[in-house]
Nanobody, 119 residues
Framework: QVQLVESGGGLVQAGGSLRLSCAAS????????MSWYRQTPGKQRELVAA???????NYADSVKDRFTISRDNAKSTVYLQMNSLKPEDTGVYYC?????????????WGQGTQVNVSS
C-alpha cells in the first residue's frame, strides 16, 4: 500500500520559515520524481517544486530563491524548506510521487498539510 505522509505545516508570520516533510512508503522511492503542490480556495492545484530521481530540481517562479526542495533516498523522504514566507504562500501543500516508463505510469498524492502565513 502506497502512503505519502506530509508533516511540518502550521501558522507562521510573514518572513518566517517552515520545513515540510513527506515520508513515503510502498514505492521505489529512489526511482520516483517527487514534487510539492499547493492549493488555495478557488484556484487550481499548482506545482511549487519538483526533484527528479537524479536530483534535478525546478521551481515555480513565485518561490524561486525562497524555497528549496531536497530528498533523502535512505529515508524515503522529500523536504521543502520554505524561507521568507509571504501571505500568498498560504494553502494546502500536497506531496506527489510519480514515475513513468514506456509501458506504465504511476502517480500518488499525500493528504496535504496546511500552511498559513499571516501578514
Amino acid at each position: 500500500q502506497v502512503q505519502l505522509v506530509e508533516s511540518g505545516g502550521g501558522l507562521v508570520q510573514a518572513g518566517g520559515s517552515l520545513r515540510l516533510s513527506c515520508a513515503a512508503s510502498g514505492i521505489n522511492f529512489s526511482l520516483n520524481r517527487m514534487s510539492w503542490y499547493r492549493q488555495t480556495p478557488g484556484k487550481q492545484r499548482e506545482l511549487v517544486a519538483a526533484i527528479t530521481s537524479g536530483g534535478t530540481t525546478n521551481y515555480a517562479d513565485s518561490v524561486k530563491d525562497r524555497f528549496t526542495i531536497s530528498r533523502d533516498n535512505a529515508k524515503s523522504t522529500v523536504y521543502l524548506q520554505m524561507n521568507s514566507l509571504k501571505p500568498e504562500d498560504t494553502g494546502v501543500y500536497y506531496c506527489n510521487s510519480d514515475r513513468a516508463t514506456v509501458f506504465k505510469s504511476w502517480a500518488y498524492w499525500g493528504q496535504g498539510t496546511q500552511v498559513n502565513v499571516s501578514s
